[in-house]
């Protein structure tokens, strides 16, 4: 709870500072990366480890936002990498971190003795395996699926038609307008590329 608000303040605290207005949808954003970053640490950190993790994931998922749409060039319009990717791989590390060996709770898993101290209580140890624990995951997920996007592409294909990417993949994709209120015509959108490839500005006679 404290990691998803403080997540929630960090991410509308950034962006009230960089645009000058808060950003309702980038405080989601921030709830949900206080929520993920915590949820690797939670057995092991005190209340104020919580709210500094929840508090680094709002700013993180910010930066990681602008870094994924503006440098990497991907769409990601929910930001799910930065939520979900960069504040798990935060979460992660900060076991190693914040971690203070006051907690039982995650004694004895996965093969440790005891509680789980990181470097800000003395013992980089844990870090040091969260880090290689990070890596190894990401080399291992990025090679795997980098090699099974390529053969899926090689036989179905990854993209739909441009006609469809005018559209919209709501209706050509689902059968039903995810946001109505946000189209003008909302009855043509998707139409066309369900009929048959007709434009949707044919369909709507602009």
């Not at 590329?193 to 949707?200: D, M, Q």
Request: hydrophobic share 50%; aromatic share 12%.
């Amino acid at each position: 709870m404290l990691a998803g608000c403080t997540g929630t303040f960090g991410a509308l605290l950034y962006m009230w500072v960089l645009k000058g207005k808060p950003d309702a949808s980038m405080s989601g954003n921030g709830l949900l990366a206080g929520l993920v970053a915590i949820t690797a640490p939670s057995g092991f950190v005190n209340p104020i480890g919580s709210a500094i993790i929840g508090l680094i994931a709002g700013v993180l998922v910010c930066l990681s936002c602008a870094f994924v749409e503006n440098v990497l060039k991907v769409d990601d319009p929910v930001g799910a990498i930065s939520v979900h990717g960069t504040n798990g791989l935060w979460g992660v590390l900060s076991v190693g971190l914040f971690a203070d060996g006051t907690s039982n709770y995650g004694g004895s898993w996965n093969g440790v003795t005891g509680s789980v101290t990181g470097l800000f209580y003395g013992a980089p140890k844990q870090f040091f395996a969260e880090v290689i624990g990070t890596v190894t995951c990401f080399v291992w997920v990025f090679a795997t699926f980098y090699i099974f996007f390529k053969i899926y592409k090689a036989i179905w294909g990854m993209r739909v038609s441009p006609e469809v990417e005018l559209a919209g993949l709501d209706m050509p994709e689902m059968g039903v307008l995810g946001y109505p209120d946000f189209v003008l015509s909302p009855s043509s959108i998707g139409a066309g590329a369900v009929a048959g490839g007709t434009h949707p500005a044919e369909v709507s006679g602009d």
